[in-house]
């Protein structure tokens, strides 16, 4: 349980770190910018879905449901009730992606005040390409929580290492080329790189 500890403990620093250089590296590309103010709006926006649905109550609440199946019906039949809900999540946040999409012009125009047209048009163009993150840190969020309560900490805790790295390289690499749309495109990437990281286990 210590090496448990100390391996989190230490991919949280890790983390941590790269949080930072994240920060660095978007300054130094970008600075502080109508450009950079319309991102961090947008992300904010599909962001708040992740904290609600991954991290926050469902998340919470869906591990006593299953501790209780499992002491009423056996660990085998209680793991479709994982399935079932990782599906329900999918079909939810799938259509709540689209539904973003569609009306990301009038969610910035009723969320973000204080920003020219200009700025409000690039966050909502930004927020249609993070649309699609919040399907896969939903399906991720979920599978972390799961996995925590199998006594598996690592895995969940080393996913925000592989977001930062994302967004880090997008910006680097493609930062120039393709302007702040790198930007989504990494945090997009990023999404599917927790996702994909949390899947086998």
Same mark, same amino acid.
């Given at each position: 349980?210590?090496?448990? *500890? ?17 920060? *660095? ?115 991720? *969020? ?60």
């Amino acid at each position: 349980m210590f090496r448990s *500890g100390l391996l989190v403990m230490i991919i949280t620093m890790i983390s941590r770190v790269l949080g930072l250089v994240r920060a *660095g590296i978007i300054a130094y590309y970008f600075g502080a910018s109508a450009m950079t103010d319309a991102f961090f709006s947008a992300f904010k926006i599909s962001n708040f879905f992740r904290q609600l649905l991954g991290e926050g109550a469902l998340g919470s609440s869906f591990i006593p449901l299953y501790n209780e199946r499992v002491e009423i019906e056996g660990e085998e039949r209680s793991k479709e009730f994982i399935y079932s809900i990782l599906n329900l999540l999918f079909v939810f946040s799938t259509i709540i992606t689209i539904l973003m999409i569609i009306f990301s012009q009038g969610i910035i125009d009723g969320i973000v005040s204080g920003f020219p047209a200009e700025t409000k048009l690039l966050a909502s163009r930004l927020l249609k390409i993070m649309s699609v993150y919040f399907i896969f840190i939903s399906l991720s *969020g979920m599978i972390c929580a799961i996995l925590n309560n199998f006594k598996q900490f690592a895995v969940p805790a080393s996913t925000s290492i592989f977001f930062n790295l994302a967004i880090i390289l997008a910006s680097m690499y493609f930062g120039k080329s393709y302007g702040i749309d790198a930007l989504a495109y990494g945090v997009v990437i990023g999404g599917v790189l927790q996702f994909l990281v949390v899947l086998p286990a």
